[in-house]
């Protein structure tokens, strides 16, 4: 990622795993493994608004027998525009001992300490990962850790655990303690390694919703959002999006006769093709369009401010009906 080192980043998006893993790449490449207690210091958004003194001792002194120092500057999308101004002085005219990364999520570039570092072309965008990424980042990582798991256990694996690369890395390492580098890691072992707990992931409930097994999809959503938190309403919504879209892709297609083009459009859940048309089938085309409104309706709701159980539970009635 570095193929030069500068003075000053900003990385910004909502992918903090990735964020922090350059973070750490870049102490590696600059620091290595010694030395790091004294040349490299983390400052939040909050301490920095209180007193920014330390900041500015910390990056005018010198390297302790290093030739470089970094310095790690979290929410600074939450400064005052006085203090973004402070920064702004000092990377115009940097330190060449010192390189700072700026750490934020969603960053105004209309101001101007952002618009500099974006102009200068240090501002690195550490977007959220879509279905396809990270099903490839899954494998990426895998075969890091030393682990050959083909592409359709990538997706089971997406499809139980979401997009979180956290709770994925963390699970990968559960693997990759349990099982090494053996190969033939599948579908099975994943059920008996990955939490375990999870008997009402994300996946049942768009299976159950599917299916049109009502009284097991209105379990599924209390129990995921009873351990996941209110807050993934809207994530379940979209999610149900996603399937009736590819039940809606699957349906179409159905009708050509052309399995391999159903291959194609349904990537990278092909593994899945059968169990799709079995639950197309139970769909009408009409049914399916009207399930497109309820999303509309419902994620109105959510936005609103109604009681995000409840607009999903008479969602998911209304889509069984």
Request: aromatic fraction near 12%.
């Given at each position: 990622?570095?193929?030069?080192?500068?003075?000053?980043?900003?990385f910004?998006?909502e992918?903090?795993?990735?964020?922090?893993?350059?973070?750490?790449?870049?102490?590696?490449?600059?620091?290595g493994?010694?030395?790091?207690?004294?040349?490299?210091?983390?400052?939040?958004?909050?301490?920095?608004?209180?007193?920014?003194?330390p900041?500015?001792?910390?990056?005018n002194?010198?390297?302790?027998?290093?030739?470089?120092?970094?310095?790690?500057?979290?929410?600074v999308?939450?400064?005052?525009?006085?203090?973004l101004?402070?920064?702004?002085?000092?990377?115009?005219?940097?330190?060449?001992?010192?390189?700072?990364v700026?750490?934020?999520?969603?960053?105004?570039?209309?101001?101007?300490?952002?618009?500099?570092?974006k102009?200068?072309?240090?501002?690195?965008h550490?977007k959220?990962?879509?279905?396809?990424?990270?099903?490839?980042?899954?494998?990426?990582?895998?075969?890091?850790?030393?682990?050959?798991?083909s592409?359709?256990v990538?997706?089971?694996?997406?499809?139980?655990?979401?997009?979180?690369?956290?709770?994925l890395?963390s699970?990968?390492?559960?693997l990759?303690?349990?099982?090494?580098n053996?190969?033939?890691?599948?579908?099975?072992?994943?059920?008996?390694?990955v939490?375990?707990?999870?008997?009402y992931?994300?996946?049942d409930?768009?299976d159950?919703?599917?299916?049109?097994?009502?009284?097991?999809?209105?379990?599924?959503?209390?129990r995921?959002?009873?351990?996941?938190?209110?807050e993934?309403?809207?994530?379940?919504?979209?999610?149900?999006?996603?399937q009736?879209?590819?039940?809606?892709?699957?349906?179409l297609?159905l009708?050509?006769g052309?399995?391999?083009?159903?291959?194609?459009?349904?990537?990278?859940?092909?593994?899945?093709?059968?169990?799709f048309?079995?639950?197309?089938?139970?769909?009408?085309?009409e049914?399916?369009?009207?399930?497109?409104?309820?999303f509309?309706?419902?994620?109105?709701?959510?936005?609103?401010?109604?009681?995000?159980?409840?607009?999903?539970?008479?969602?998911?009635i209304?889509?069984?009906s």
């Amino acid at each position: 990622m570095f193929q030069k080192i500068v003075p000053f980043y900003l990385f910004y998006g909502e992918n903090e795993f990735q964020k922090n893993r350059a973070v750490e790449e870049l102490k590696n490449r600059l620091l290595g493994k010694e030395n790091t207690e004294l040349n490299y210091r983390i400052f939040y958004g909050d301490e920095i608004s209180a007193d920014i003194s330390p900041v500015f001792n910390f990056i005018n002194s010198f390297p302790f027998m290093s030739d470089k120092k970094i310095a790690v500057i979290k929410n600074v999308d939450k400064l005052s525009n006085d203090l973004l101004n402070r920064f702004l002085d000092y990377i115009q005219n940097p330190s060449d001992f010192v390189s700072i990364v700026f750490l934020a999520e969603k960053p105004d570039f209309r101001i101007k300490f952002f618009k500099y570092i974006k102009d200068s072309g240090n501002a690195i965008h550490f977007k959220q990962l879509n279905e396809t990424e990270t099903v490839a980042w899954i494998k990426k990582m895998a075969k890091e850790m030393g682990m050959e798991i083909s592409q359709d256990v990538c997706v089971y694996l997406f499809l139980m655990v979401g997009n979180n690369l956290y709770e994925l890395y963390s699970e990968l390492q559960k693997l990759s303690s349990y099982y090494g580098n053996k190969g033939g890691i599948g579908v099975e072992e994943i059920k008996l390694i990955v939490s375990p707990s999870r008997d009402y992931s994300i996946f049942d409930l768009m299976d159950n919703v599917s299916f049109k097994r009502l009284p097991e999809a209105l379990k599924s959503l209390s129990r995921y959002l009873e351990r996941e938190g209110k807050e993934k309403a809207l994530p379940v919504l979209s999610m149900l999006i996603r399937q009736l879209t590819l039940l809606q892709k699957t349906k179409l297609i159905l009708k050509t006769g052309n399995r391999k083009k159903l291959q194609k459009e349904l990537h990278p859940y092909s593994f899945l093709i059968n169990k799709f048309i079995d639950q197309a089938r139970l769909w009408t085309e009409e049914e399916i369009q009207k399930a497109f409104d309820l999303f509309i309706e419902a994620d109105s709701f959510i936005k609103a401010g109604r009681p995000p159980l409840l607009v999903l539970e008479r969602l998911i009635i209304s889509l069984s009906s």
